[in-house]
Nanobody, 122 residues
Framework: QVHLVESGGGSVQAGGSLKLSCEAS?????IGWFRQASQKSREPLAA???????YVYSEVKGRVTISRDNAENIVYLQMNNLQPEDTAMYYC???????????????????WGQGTQVTVSS
């Protein structure tokens, strides 16, 4: 069983930045960040493997960085140059499957946090 708690969401003006945190406990190999805007499907953002490899979705590459603090079991998502279209609920998720295929596929993830809301105003 994996328990995930997101934090760091909030309201920010366009052009601003936020750093989200995902505190994880349990056994997992991958942690991913995803978001879901109102009436839209869940969208991948980035994922990180316990060994350090990172994967960033092409649509947000250049604005998003994923990193981890191994000592604290926290995975961070740094987001820069936020725009109103980034407004969504942001989730972290985890799985313990072997192999990096589908690292950004939400269907591959078994455990999900409750989410943290990000609102970007123009």
């Amino acid at each position: 069983q994996v328990h995930l708690v997101e934090s760091g969401g909030g309201s920010v003006q366009a052009g601003g930045s936020l750093k989200l945190s995902c505190e994880a406990s349990g056994s997992y190999r991958y942690i991913g960040w995803f978001r879901q805007a109102s009436q839209k499907s869940r969208e991948p953002l980035a994922a990180i493997y316990n060994g350090g490899a990172t994967y960033v979705y092409s649509e947000v590459k250049g604005r998003v960085t994923i990193s981890r603090d191994n000592a604290e079991n926290i995975v961070y998502l740094q987001m820069n140059n936020l725009q109103p279209e980034d407004t969504a609920m942001y989730y972290c998720a985890a799985h313990n499957k072997i192999g990096n295929q589908g690292s950004l596929d939400p269907n591959r993830y078994d455990y999900w946090g409750q989410g943290t809301q990000v609102t970007v105003s123009s």
